[in-house]
């Protein structure tokens, strides 16, 4: 598997491992609270939610564990490097992608498992295999997102109330992010920028978990 | 207009109409509590039952249904649960 490596700016490694860490934090915190309003109401869709939520969560402890790894080792040896960079990589696309599907799957409300076991084939293959993995994984997360933040825009105009605007929101600057992590390739300030914008992203989410339990 | 009564709307609006008669009623007092159709009530009542949120008991009088604890936590929950389904764009399509 051919891959591309970029790097943040180093003074930047370690403020990404907190914010890697803090976004784990919020995406464990919403998915325990959708598996457990699963067991009360034993509504499925609450737990498939919470699965995608806990797949997204895994991706950041991954990534942060392994940037961890990456600035504590002192003989850190080309090799090494490089099979945490495929690491890194692997987990990346496989748990962010696994739980973007699950989401636009609870979103479009798919009737043909068929057909969309067919787009998740396509979306994976062609993930793993291509050139240019990083940019590659950006750019397929951005058009799921896309969808994602349709989605949330019209559960917002059928019922416009603050926390559906908080989560359309929230989606959206995700986008936003991912869009920018596509062109970080280029300019490692770029990568900075989207961190902060899923920082701002991820702090919604975590208003609209304290506003789901205030009274 | 009041809009369409989700499925987790019209089980919390059964399992409270249960409560409210001491955690037991009749299924004719049921569908008249909970505004459902014959047809609808006993699909509902399916799925309460699945769901471990009631249990159907036998009387001198006939059938009835009685509230379980977890069908208890559910309505005690319930307001959080909405919250949650509604933001996060979970409901179910009618």
């Known amino acids: 598997m051919a891959v591309t490596y970029y790097f943040a700016p180093p003074w930047f490694i370690n403020i990404g491992i907190i914010f890697e860490a803090l976004f784990a934090i919020v995406l464990i915190a919403i998915s325990i609270t959708a598996y457990k309003f699963y067991r009360v109401s034993r509504q499925e869709k609450l737990k498939l939610f919470s699965a995608a939520f806990g797949s997204l969560a895994l991706y950041y402890i991954i990534k942060s564990l392994i940037n961890a790894d ?69 750019v397929i997360s951005t058009i799921l997102l896309s969808f994602l933040s349709l989605h949330y825009y019209e559960s917002y105009k059928k019922k416009p109330h603050k926390n559906n605007l908080i989560v359309f929101i929230a989606f959206l600057l995700l986008l936003l992010a991912n869009l920018d992590f596509i062109f970080s390739y280029y300019s490692p300030i770029l990568f900075v920028i989207g961190h902060f914008i899923e920082f701002i992203s991820y702090l919604l989410f975590l208003i609209n978990l304290i506003n789901i339990f205030k009274k | 207009m009041k809009q369409k009564r989700d499925r987790l709307e019209i089980f919390h609006d059964m399992l409270v109409a249960i409560n409210d008669k001491n955690g037991r009623i009749k299924p004719t007092h049921l569908m008249y509590k909970s505004n459902l159709s014959h047809n609808m009530l006993n699909e509902y009542v399916m799925e309460l039952i699945k769901r471990k949120f009631v249990e159907e008991i036998e009387t001198p009088n006939g059938k009835s249904y009685r509230i379980t604890k977890a069908g208890l936590e559910y309505i005690e929950k319930y307001s959080s649960i909405i919250k949650f389904v509604d933001s996060f764009g979970l409901e179910d399509e009618e």
């Open chain 1, 70 to 138: 990456l600035l504590t080792s002192n003989n850190l040896t080309r090799d090494k490097l490089l099979d945490l960079g495929q690491l890194t990589l692997v987990a990346h696309i496989f748990f962010m992608l696994a739980g973007l599907i699950i989401l636009l799957y609870l979103s479009l409300k798919v009737k043909n498992n068929r057909l969309f076991s067919l787009l998740i084939i396509i979306i994976f293959v062609t993930a793993f295999t291509s050139r240019n993995n990083v940019i590659i994984f950006h």
